[in-house]
């Protein structure tokens, strides 16, 4: 294993993110496409298997763990980043590229996090960075859809957390694997994931939030925050039932919502 292979990849992404205010228009260009490519890169230096442990209290904190499924969503998210940048390019808000690359460093960031702590917190950072996304179309509606947004998926990370602090309790062991739906942590984690796959019945900030953003916005918005979620529900209820029927009840509804 080589030392490249335990760099996160959505790191380069959130630190090129932070330095943007400070450069110049030319190099901004350069580092907005330039950072997917490079993240793209990391994404496929990563082995199967653990490629980074840190020790926290306690704990083993597993940053980067590689397999076939995070790959395939990372890879997804750098293209979608880089494809978002080009589209961006133009935007004068320094602001809104900043927030955009952040959510796709998050989002990468997640698809390789082994275990819950490393989950939770670019769960946070991935809300947070959005709904500045969302703020930086600078309207009075974007502002007020943007603080709905921010409410209800501080929600999701409220239950989320709490779903995580019980699994330890329960467990000891702050691994991110497949689960059951066998204790109240555990639904709490699922509640806390649909909340940002737009599940019912807390979905009605799809449509709230995303035409309130601006062009480049919703871009970003529509392509990290969904499936970000969508991967950690294959990650951590692979075959649940439930899902089925949610998942069903998603499909009809918009369905015979187009319809009407």
């Known amino acids: 294993m080589t030392a490249i292979s335990a ?38 230096q990563v082995p199967d298997g653990v490629a980074l442990r840190v020790a926290f209290l306690d704990y083993e904190i597993v940053p980067v763990r590689g397999d076939r499924l995070g790959r395939l969503f990372a890879t997804v998210f750098a293209i979608m980043a880089f494809a978002g940048g080009l589209f961006a390019l133009n935007r004068t808000r320094v602001v ?23 989950l939770v917190i670019f769960w946070e950072v991935l809300a947070l960075a959005s709904t500045l996304l969302l703020w930086s179309a600078m309207t009075d509606l974007s502002r007020d859809a943007g603080m709905r947004y921010l409410i209800i998926h501080l929600l999701g990370g409220v239950l989320l957390l709490a779903g995580v602090i019980g699994h330890v309790a329960d467990t000891g062991s702050v691994m991110f694997t497949a689960m059951a739906l066998d204790s109240p942590a555990h639904w709490l984690m699922l509640a806390g994931f649909l909340v940002n796959a737009g599940a ?19 871009v970003f918005l529509s392509a990290f925050t969904t499936k970000t979620a969508v991967y950690v529900l294959l990650r951590g209820f692979p075959g649940a039932e439930i899902l089925v029927f949610i998942g069903l009840y ?7 919502y187009a319809l009407l």
């Not at 330095?19 to 950072?35: E, K, N, T, Y």
């Not at 998603?250 to 015979?256: A, D, N, P």
């Open 7 to 44: 760099i996160p990849p959505g790191l380069p992404l959130i630190l090129g993110a932070l330095l943007l205010p400070l450069l110049g228009a030319r190099v901004r260009g350069i580092l907005v496409l330039g950072l997917p490519l490079l993240a793209l890169t990391l994404v496929w």
């Open 96 to 118: 809104e590229l900043v927030a955009a690359l952040v959510c796709a460093g998050s989002a990468i960031a997640i698809t390789f996090a082994g275990d819950l702590i490393t």
């Open 200 to 218: 019912p019945p807390l979905s009605a900030w799809l449509p709230d939030a995303y035409p309130e953003a601006s062009p480049s916005g919703m």
């Open 250 to 256: 998603m499909v009809f509804y918009g369905i015979v």
